[in-house]
Nanobody, 131 residues
Framework: QLQVVESGGGLVQPGGSLRLSCAASGGTLDDYTVGWFRQAPGKERVGVSCISHRDASTFYTRSVKGRFTISRDNAKNTVYLQMNSLKADDTGVYYC????????????????????????WGQGIQVTVSS
């Protein structure tokens, strides 16, 4: 069974950068659409960015377009989220998820879907943007 583990979070000043990693075991991550989700205190969980395994299409939520980049390294069985020009509003717990059956990246990243409906869901990692 596929499992995913996030790494790379931490504390960064506004304007700084972080790269999150989603490393997989128990399966080949390239066979899955992968997404990054953010849960901020008191706010709804948001699909930040997703990448398809079918056509490499990508999705970014509006607030991160032009600042974040999602990518795969199949040799390392890992998906990355490069986050630049970070803002305080980017603060939250970031989760990686993987799924074979969601047909589009928009569907993968759609809000309000229970974690248990994805094939794999990580434990989450804290990102804090603060001076």
């Amino acid at each position: 069974q596929l499992q995913v583990v996030e790494s790379g979070g931490g504390l960064v000043q506004p304007g700084g950068s972080l790269r999150l990693s989603c490393a997989a075991s128990g399966g080949t991550l390239d066979d899955y659409t992968v997404g990054w989700f953010r849960q901020a205190p008191g706010k709804e969980r948001v699909g930040v960015s997703c990448i398809s395994h079918r056509d490499a299409s990508t999705f970014y939520t509006r607030s991160v377009k032009g600042r974040f980049t999602i990518s795969r390294d199949n040799a390392k069985n890992t998906v990355y989220l490069q986050m630049n020009s970070l803002k305080a509003d980017d603060t939250g717990v970031y989760y990686c998820a993987a799924d074979r059956t969601r047909a589009t990246v928009q569907g993968m990243c759609a809000a309000g879907q229970p974690a248990g409906t994805y094939d794999a869901w990580g434990q989450g990692i804290q990102v804090t943007v603060s001076s």
